[in-house]
């Protein structure tokens, strides 16, 4: 996010830090190397940027030149980095004379790599993209295994998605302190719950007809429909592209394959089981 500092909004940026790092970015406009500077800056922190703030400010201002003079800027360009409201970092003009180096500086000021996934994958969740939060918790998750928000994220979209064995693989190495909280218990509860749901006996009758009458196109159908309903839906895949590899044109067993994957966006598998058809159909 970009902003321009000035005397009517400078406390609000500063309070804006305890909630993202707030880049005050105060130049001289008269320096005639401020403009390609700035552009630098705006090219690294970008307009769209939902971790940092940079925000600009003319050092012409009376209420910026104080700030400069409190926190002891006595050259420009320079940035101050603010978080909670206080200063923690002062970044002089010696190190903002290379322009190169400029994304690196502002990309070290970013949240890791395993934070900024997992916010996406909030705000994924919330705009109903299940399957994409997924895969951004998965990522997180393998970086930073034992970071315990993104376990329990991780495994909370895991029982939204069905993924019922991963959602327990992932509890199952919680921490014994963690396993105390409320939010570990919650999960649990909701993980038991959808395994008792998942447990249909309609599919169960499903499964029984199947194994009895395998060369039944209409119950396979069947049977992976209700899979891919249960959660099973890389079990489900796996039967129907077994009669594919037999005949492609088997029944309405490639109408309902392709239907399952349509409902996976976002899925790591969805990849995998579309080049699988794709290779048998071209």
Request: net charge negative.
């Amino acid at each position: 996010m970009i902003e321009v500092a000035n005397q009517n909004n400078i406390r609000d940026i500063i309070q804006k830090s305890a909630e993202k790092t707030v880049l005050l970015y105060v130049f001289d406009p008269q320096d005639p190397k401020s403009a390609a500077l700035t552009q630098a800056l705006e090219n690294a922190a970008g307009a769209g940027n939902e971790f940092l703030i940079l925000a600009e400010a003319d050092v012409s201002d009376p209420a910026i030149y104080s700030i400069c003079a409190q926190i002891g800027i006595t050259s420009l360009p320079a940035i101050c980095v603010l978080e909670n409201g206080r200063p923690v970092d002062l970044v002089l003009s010696d190190r903002l004379s290379n322009l190169e180096a400029v994304p690196g500086l502002i990309a070290s000021f970013m949240p890791a790599k395993e934070k900024i996934l997992f916010a996406e994958a909030v705000k994924l969740e919330e705009a109903g993209k299940n399957h994409e939060a997924f895969a951004k918790l998965q990522e997180a998750f393998e970086i930073a295994p034992k970071d315990i928000n993104i376990r329990f994220g991780f495994a909370d979209i895991a029982i939204k998605t069905k993924k019922l064995d991963k959602a327990r693989e992932i509890l199952a190495g919680t921490d014994p302190a963690d396993q105390q909280s409320q939010i570990y218990q919650d999960l649990m509860a909701a993980l038991t719950l959808a395994e008792k749901n998942r447990e249909n006996p309609e599919t169960r009758i499903l499964e029984t007809r199947h194994q009895e009458n395998p060369d039944d196109l209409d119950i396979a159908e069947q049977l992976a429909t209700a899979w891919s309903q249960d959660g099973k839906t890389e079990e489900a895949l796996q039967l129907l592209l077994s009669y594919l590899k037999r005949d492609l044109n088997a029944g309405n067993i490639k109408k309902v394959y392709l239907d399952i994957l349509s409902t996976m966006n976002g899925d790591p598998l969805q990849g995998k089981y579309r080049r699988a058809v794709y290779s048998l159909m071209y």
